[in-house]
């Protein structure tokens, strides 16, 4: 009880300190939010709704398994042997945090699982989509699609790896239960549908979290303030001010995207419901991927030098990867991961469980 009242304060004073930031810069706000909007019309909606109908499409198609099978030992390594779930996960990363948001759901209801089970599952389902990090953050900011290409293998791989770690704390449970298939010809107009519904409530998340940024700058030109506000609370903006504070750094691009910031949160949250993501496992995560990313992306670095020669700013140097500890680092984790993998061949090879 106490706590729902502490709730309701929280809520009112946070709508007047809004009303009263409103009242005070009108014409800030009223600019921000056609900002906002633009970036929806421009960059949002383009780059998610076509991505969103036909994961969604084929998520619900019986064939969708097929896109599962080359990445079953992985999934039976983490205890997922169900060909449909791991579909869903390969759909969520090539959608990004969007498509995951739906599939997430979709997992919620057709399954049988707990919250921390989705939690896991989440690590994989709700990063940031391919066509985001190499086309805008590598093509758009960092004028090299191949920075893209390693920034965005940077992040996924460190996701797999960091869900397969936490697999170890709590084994995944998933139990199908329910088979609610669609007739095939309302699947289409089902997945415009729920997309379309999807991606009105992600255009008003980030128009919202876009200008709070925008009004938040307004207050204090102080770049690493800026920078600590964006990057927990909207991407896109995080990646504006380190381009043109940091000269596109690359690991504070990296943090960028791989934190889980306040817009792609409600972005999941308002697509599922309360039991989607498990905020322990988020940022327990997070604790793990981050130096797991860093240590990826330097590897990859030293490993394609040549990919440093054209980039923008030319403000990294890449040593001759041989002199550098990372790789040793690498090939130590390699070596366990494929003991592990020898110790489960049983279960990662077959469907019967040890």
């Known amino acids: 009880m106490r706590y729902e009242q502490t709730k309701k304060y929280i809520q009112v004073i946070f ?14 706000i009223v600019s921000s939010v056609k900002d906002g909007l633009l970036l929806c019309y421009n960059v949002v909606i383009p780059s998610l709704f076509v991505f969103m109908v036909i994961c969604s499409i084929i998520s619900n198609l019986s064939c969708c398994e097929l896109l599962a099978l080359p990445f079953m030992p992985y999934f039976r390594l983490i205890h997922i042997n169900d060909k449909r779930v791991a579909a869903y996960c390969i759909l969520s990363v090539m959608g990004g945090f969007a498509t995951g948001g739906i599939m997430l759901d ?34 758009h900011y960092l004028r090299n699609i191949y920075m893209g290409i390693i920034l965005y293998f940077s992040i996924i791989s460190s996701a797999f790896i960091t869900a397969f770690i936490l697999s170890f704390i709590h084994k ?4 199908y239960t329910s088979k609610n298939q669609l007739v095939s010809t309302n699947i289409i107009l089902f997945s415009i549908k ?34 600590g506000f964006s990057i927990f609370t909207e991407v896109t903006s995080a990646c504006e001010i380190i381009s043109e504070y940091f000269g596109n750094n690359l690991y504070l691009l990296l943090l960028t995207l791989v934190l ?31 130096p797991l990313s860093l240590i990826t992306l330097r590897t990859l670095l030293n490993l394609f030098p040549q990919t440093i020669k054209v980039y923008a700013s030319g403000n990294i140097t890449v040593n001759p990867y041989w002199n550098k500890p990372q790789i040793s680092f690498c090939l130590v984790v390699i070596m366990l991961c494929f003991s592990l993998l020898l110790d489960k061949k049983t279960e990662v090879f077959t469907n019967k469980q040890k």
């Not at 995944?172 to 139990?175: C, D, G, R, T």
């Open 172 to 175: 995944p449970y998933i139990k």
């Open 106 to 139: 979709k997992l919620e209801k057709e399954f049988d699982c707990d919250k921390n089970t989705l939690g896991i599952l989440s690590i994989i389902m709700t990063g940031n989509s391919p066509s985001f990090v190499i086309l805008a953050v590598g093509l």
């Open 260 to 290: 889980f910031t306040v817009s792609a949160y409600l972005q999941v949250k308002s697509i599922g419901n309360n039991n989607t993501l498990s905020f322990k496992i988020l940022f327990l995560s997070k604790i793990i991927q981050i």
């Open 15 to 28: 709508i007047i300190l809004v009303m009263y930031i409103y009242f005070k810069n009108s014409q800030l």
């Open 194 to 227: 729920k997309s379309t519904t999807s991606i009105i409530d992600i255009c008003g998340v980030v128009t919202l979290t876009f200008c709070m940024c925008k009004v938040f700058s307004f207050y204090t030109d102080n770049s690493l303030i800026l920078l």
